[in-house]
Structure formats: C-alpha cells, structure tokens
C-alpha cells in the first residue's frame, strides 16, 4: 500500500527473534495492526495495538509503536519454522474499524 | 469458534462472465468488508456494509456490486469479468465499535 510501508523479505534462523518493521503516515490512525498470511491461505490477525499505546506484548509477539516517527515494528521471539509467512502490518480508523490500508507485506523465511 | 466463511473457495470464469462470491460473517458481526489481493499484491479495501447498508466504498469498480442481506451475509457481484480480476477475494467480518476485523480464507477467482 502507499501510505503503509515495509521491508519485503526477512531471513531468520529458527530460535532467534525475528523484528519486521513498517512505518505509516496516516496521523489519524487509531488502531494499527499485524497479519499473518500464509501461502494460499487467509488473513490471521496476529495482534494489534491502540496509537495511545506505546507497547503491548502477546506471548512470543512484541508490538512496539513510536507515534512520533509514524513507526510500528512487530517482534517475534523465539521464531520457528511455523512462522514462515508474509506479514503484513495494516492501519485503521475509529469510525471504520475494517477498512484497513495495508503495507506490501515482509515475507520472513525461518531457516533451520 | 465460527469464523467467516466465504464460498466458494475456488472460482474459474470466462472473461465477460459473471461471478457472485459469498460471505458468512461470524454470528453476531454486524459489518462485513471486501478486499481484493491480487498475485503478490497486498489487499486492497473494496467496499463495506454496516446493517445492510454500504457504508464505506474504496477501489471497487462499477462492473462490480454487493449488497448485505437480513441475515448479515453479503455478496459481491461482479460482471464482465477482466483478466485482470483474477484475485484472491476476502471478506471480513465485525462488530460496530469493536477493533477487530477478523478474515476469511479467500475466495480465488481466476479469469481465463
């Protein structure tokens, strides 16, 4: 998407910690959100954090947002093969809760 | 749980061709959304409806129409079918006034 952007392809060993970044630019954003897509399949919402909120952590997932720089980064810790996948992180305004703009997406590649 | 069912799962059609795709929101959901995801493309916000009602319209081109019905599932129609409509279809589902917008699996239309 144009106003949401990320990095398009992520290599990781299993057991470390992936980080996959996006930025956005839409100041009016209130929710921001991380997606899982795996090949052929659907959408998996995987988290998503209020822009009042500076961190919200989800068992392995970490979501860290600096509103200041229009910043979002989603930490996987602990990555496993499983989480092979494209990731997209997404935006999204009160008053249409499912109309996101979504980035391109990062595919992360979880190596053995 | 229930969640948002779309059918069918696969779709081929012939350019110049009509299609109807369903959605099935998750009971009690009372907004429903489509995008369109084209091959290695991120989604892209189509049209939404709130209680039967569109209420929000983004890239969805004229050949294309939904509606929502009384029991909250919606349809998209879409006539004269290009190739270049060739697309994974996703409808997602939510609850007015809630964050979450949770996704089907897809419907893959390919237009040949």
């Known amino acids: 998407g144009e106003d949401v952007e990320q990095s398009l392809f992520l290599s990781v060993r299993e057991g470390d910690s992936s980080v996959i970044n996006c930025t956005y630019t839409?100041?009016?954003?209130?929710?921001l959100y991380w997606y899982k897509q795996e090949p052929g399949a659907g959408l998996q919402l995987l988290t998503y954090?209020?822009?009042?909120?500076d961190m919200k952590q989800d068992q392995r997932l970490t979501v860290l947002l600096n509103k200041k720089d229009k910043h979002l980064s989603l930490r996987i810790a602990d990555t496993q093969t499983g989480d092979s996948a494209i990731y997209f992180c997404a935006e999204g305004l009160t008053d249409s809760w499912g109309k996101l703009q979504f980035g391109a997406g990062t595919q992360v590649v979880v190596t053995p | 749980a229930a969640g948002v069912i779309q059918s069918p799962r696969h779709l081929i059609k012939e350019k110049r061709e009509t299609a109807t795709l369903k959605c099935y929101p998750i009971p009690r959901h009372d907004t429903v959304y489509w995008y369109q995801q084209g091959p290695g493309q991120d989604p892209q916000f189509l049209i939404s409806f709130y209680e039967k009602m569109q209420s929000d319209k983004g890239s969805i081109p004229d050949r294309f129409s939904a509606q929502q019905f009384s029991d909250y599932h919606s349809e998209l129609n879409m006539s004269s079918l290009e190739l270049g409509d060739s697309a994974l279809y996703f409808c997602?589902?939510?609850?007015?006034?809630?964050?979450?917008?949770?996704f089907g699996q897809g419907t893959r239309l390919t237009v040949v």
């Open positions: 954090i209020f822009s009042n909120m």
């Open positions: 997602a589902s939510s609850l007015k006034g809630v964050s979450e917008a949770f």
């Open positions: 839409d100041s009016s954003s209130t929710y």
